[in-house]
């Protein structure tokens, strides 16, 4: 991700009015979120892959990637995914780098955009782009880049009847931050509160996401996650589990004070979170 930021950097600064990144699908959506809080853009910069490869006739790399560049041609100077929003070929869909997950192994049209509606599409093969949510404009932002990042944090998924040995293990090995994919709003066994307490004591910020697809984290409704609260968790809001993992890694990039880290983790910094989440 770094060595990636660093280049397109460089080919912006150089001049570049728009970039393309042809990217495998499997962890586009990492680097697409990673990208998006290193980099302050003023021009396009896209990512695209295929589900299906050149050698097969339901190949959709060549319309993902005319898709692509009229995206990069574009006004919207975001971090982007563009990938087909169908499984015909008739529109390809913009994604928010922060906001998009392959939610299937195998179909043409597997990256949504979760708790968002996508920025806009693209016909095809007109190549008309309309958008339905407000975005960053082409140069509207000055270049900037923030690339450093504390690859020392992990992702733990919960799971009905887990004992806190997992998120013991990872607070006294040296990690510096922990994000836990908890049930529902966001929610663990009373067994890891204490745990999770020790861990905040320990300078280790920890951030709830949730293993639902929509909606957001919301620790104030039952007792459980007011527990979660007072043990000092950082509420994800409506953040994929994946973007917060890159995020909480950037914002511990920026500042080893747990402190500062916590308020970029609950500062709205890339179109990551919002503030209502759609039914």
Request: proline share 4%.
């Amino acid at each position: 991700w770094v060595e990636l930021a660093r280049a397109v950097y460089e080919e912006i600064k150089s001049g570049a009015s728009g970039v393309i990144i042809t990217h495998g699908t499997d962890t586009m959506m990492y680097t697409a979120a990673a990208l998006s809080f290193m980099l302050k853009t003023p021009v396009p910069v896209v990512l695209v892959g295929s589900q299906r490869s050149a050698d097969r006739p339901s190949s959709d790399n060549a319309m993902n990637a005319v898709c692509a560049a009229a995206v990069a041609a574009s006004d919207i100077a975001e971090v982007c995914v563009v990938m087909h929003g169908s499984t015909s070929d008739d529109y390809c869909s913009i994604h928010r780098g922060t906001k998009v997950r392959k939610m299937h192994t195998s179909r043409r049209d597997a990256f949504q955009s979760v708790n968002s509606k996508p920025i806009g599409r693209v016909e095809y093969p007109s190549l008309k782009i309309t958008t339905g949510l407000p975005y960053t404009r082409r140069g509207e932002k000055k270049l900037a880049l923030r690339d450093k990042i504390e690859p020392k944090c992990a992702l733990l998924k919960y799971a009905a009847g887990a004992s806190a040995e997992s998120l013991l293990f990872h607070s006294g090995a040296g990690y510096k931050g922990l994000v836990i994919e908890g049930t529902g709003l966001g929610h663990v066994s009373t067994e890891w509160i204490p745990v999770i307490e020790r861990a905040v004591s320990a300078n280790i910020p920890v951030v709830m996401a949730s293993q639902c697809i929509g909606g957001r984290v919301c620790d104030r409704v039952y007792d459980t996650g007011r527990d979660l609260l007072r043990a000092g968790i950082i509420e994800g809001e409506d953040m994929l589990s994946e973007v917060a993992l890159v995020k909480l890694m950037w914002a511990l990039g920026q500042s080893d004070d747990p402190v500062e880290a916590g308020r970029l983790m609950r500062e709205n910094l890339a179109g990551e979170m919002t503030r209502s989440t759609r039914p």
